[in-house]
């Protein structure tokens, strides 16, 4: 017969609404309390019914994850990250991609939000800069958690999960002036995303760091995409600058990879001739020859503690903030796309 709520309550001593509360991970539950009933679940090997729980109250069991990106390696990542802290609260994981640009794209949220039930929201970049749609999250009451690429904002009120790009690309930058290059191009990607600005800015305050002028001609602002890369790369390496620029970053690996292929098609010899870098470390910088150096960047935890610091919110433990990692830092990682000046 299938273990019911009243078995487990029975088992551990207790009344069902107190399974119920350590069910639902609520924090005035005393901890032994919390064993005693947990140690029940797992001797009856009790599964909650979410469709029951949603039916029965006012309570939601599940979050959403909200995203307009094409690079589907990242998707996967962030998914995985929030979707694993979802199953140790017990809750669902309701996807919704979306496109930042499309004038429909805020009441078709709030319309998902509402038949859904959802009792929160993880936001990737770009939606989650997107200060109209903020907005209209705080009028409708909903939880929700942002990542953003940034240094930290003291200001910020909202919550937020930080991803310093800046400091990540100034720290690429810098690797590459050590290798001795000094005319190095940047392909940018899309400009309506805060980590386009903030990877460029890191890219710019590293040259002026190291004395070396920041040249517009230099930089090809394109999107995030292979295309974008391979565009950018013919249009810097073009005769009269293949002799002048020795390196080129990409503002994601898709983008390194694409000036890769460009240069190969102007049989130019990496890094012999030209280093070339990307950023994030998705699989595209391992599927290259030679393998990319880039920035690896941490999606599926920076997504679990968006998830964790969402959880926090929605259970109005403040408290609980502080312990959470609010900014992360992209780490070097060196391989063969990039050497010395020859």
């Known amino acids: ?6 078995d487990v309550a029975k088992l551990a001593g207790v009344s069902m609404k107190t399974v119920s509360r350590v069910i639902n991970n609520e924090p005035s539950v005393r901890k032994k309390t919390h064993d005693i009933v947990m140690a029940a679940v797992n001797e009856l090997n009790y599964q909650p019914n979410l469709a029951a729980r949603n039916l029965a109250g006012t309570s939601s069991y599940a979050i959403g994850l909200v995203y307009d990106n094409p690079n589907a390696y990242y998707v996967i990542d962030m998914q995985n990250g929030v979707l694993s802290h979802c199953r140790k609260e017990g809750y669902e994981l309701v996807i919704h991609p979306c496109s930042y640009a499309d004038s429909t794209m805020q009441e078709e949220l709030k319309t998902m939000i509402k038949r859904s039930r959802i009792a929160g929201l993880v936001l990737t970049p770009p939606l989650s800069e997107q200060q109209a749609l903020i907005d209209m999250l705080d009028e409708m009451g909903m939880h929700y958690v942002r990542i953003l690429s940034g240094r930290g904002d003291s200001e910020q009120k909202s919550p937020c999960i930080y991803v310093n ?3 990540a690309a100034y720290e690429i930058t810098s690797h590459l002036i050590s290798l001795g290059h000094r005319n190095i191009a940047f392909i940018c990607g899309d400009q309506g995303h805060k980590s386009t600005t903030e990877r460029l ?6 040259l002026q760091d190291h004395s070396i002028k920041v040249r517009e001609e230099l930089i090809y602002r394109g999107d995030y995409s292979f295309e974008s890369g391979v565009n ?5 390496l073009k005769e009269g600058n293949r002799l002048d620029i020795s390196a080129v970053m990409g503002g994601n690996d898709e983008i390194a990879a694409g000036a890769l292929f460009a240069a190969r098609l102007m049989d130019m010899a990496i890094p012999d001739e030209l280093s070339i870098t990307g950023f994030e470390d998705s699989p595209f910088s391992k599927q290259t020859w030679p393998k990319l150096t880039t920035a690896h960047q941490d999606n599926d935890v920076i997504s679990q503690h ?15 903030d502080k312990e959470i ?3 992360f830092t992209p780490s070097l990682v060196m391989r063969d796309s990039s050497g010395p000046l020859s």
């Not at 017969?1 to 009243?6: E, R």
């Not at 800015?201 to 590293?206: I, K, P, V």
């Open 165 to 167: 790009d800046y400091a």
């Open 1 to 6: 017969m299938k273990v019911t709520i009243n």
């Open 201 to 206: 800015a890191g890219y710019e305050q590293a």
């Open 306 to 320: 968006a998830a964790r610091l969402l959880f926090s919110k929605t259970r109005g433990a403040r408290n609980q």
């Open 325 to 327: 990692i609010r900014t």
């Open 232 to 236: 950018g790369a013919k249009a810097l």
